[in-house]
């Protein structure tokens, strides 16, 4: 059974920093692109970034509200997807999701429970 | 980026009718391929979200049949042929063709 869980969130001041972990099992981290997405309150899901597989030599994409200030990195040896946030915004404030990208059709076919960031003086 | 517009945004829906949202991409979701690149996904209240639909018209597993998805290039439906209690929740489109993906708005199905 594939299973997602995030861990990591928190209150953080802006200008702040704050690493998120997906832990996952089920499944070969290396075989499938994996994705980052947040759901800010009151705002709707938001796409924030890609991880590649192993074909496609693990290269990463980002969406313009992030790039430059959040880094997705993957350990396979410890099972684990990360998102390193920096220069934290009041508007990172979200539930942040990882999500599984099904290789044979391109949908996220299973997703973590999430874990809610909070930047806030 | 590929600007993603759904509608209606608000949808009371009464047990037992049909549903029918909406979609529209600002360019084509189509691909050499043959695919179109969008997907449906439905996020539950206190739930992650789910794949309904994938390539535009591809139920995924375990998702119940009254649920389809059509369309082509820039228009897309997502239609509930008979709305149960269990479908309440908020109705996404994603396109997934080119980076940034982007999802629709969301539109939030309720009870009558």
């Known amino acids: 059974e594939v299973q997602l869980v995030e861990s990591g969130g928190g209150l953080v001041q802006p200008g702040g920093s704050l690493r998120l972990s997906c832990a996952f099992s089920g499944f070969t981290l290396s075989a499938h692109d994996m994705d980052w997405v947040r759901r800010a309150p009151g705002k709707g899901l938001e796409w924030i970034g890609r991880?590649?597989?192993?074909?496609?030599?693990?290269?990463?994409v980002y969406a313009a509200s992030v790039k430059g200030r959040f880094t997705i990195s993957r350990d396979e040896s410890e099972n684990s997807l990360y998102l390193q946030m920096s220069s934290l915004k009041t508007e990172d404030t979200a539930i942040y999701y990882c999500a599984r990208v099904n290789m044979n059709y391109g949908g996220l076919d299973s997703w973590g429970q999430g874990t809610l960031v909070t930047v806030s003086s | 980026d590929i600007v993603m517009t759904q509608s209606p945004l608000s949808l009371p829906v009464t047990p037992g009718e049909p549903a029918s949202i909406s979609c529209r991409s600002s360019q084509s979701l189509l691909y050499s391929n043959g695919y179109n690149y969008l997907d449906w996904y439905l996020q539950k209240p206190g739930q992650s979200p789910q794949v309904l639909i994938y390539l535009g018209s591809n139920r995924a597993s375990g998702v119940p049949d009254r649920f389809s998805g059509s369309g082509s290039g820039t228009d897309f439906t997502l239609k509930i042929s008979r709305v149960e209690a269990e479908d309440v929740g908020i109705y996404y489109c994603l396109q997934v063709l080119q980076t940034p993906f982007t999802f629709g708005q969301g539109t939030r199905l309720e009870i009558k």
């Open positions: 991880a590649r597989n192993k074909a496609d030599n693990y290269s990463k």
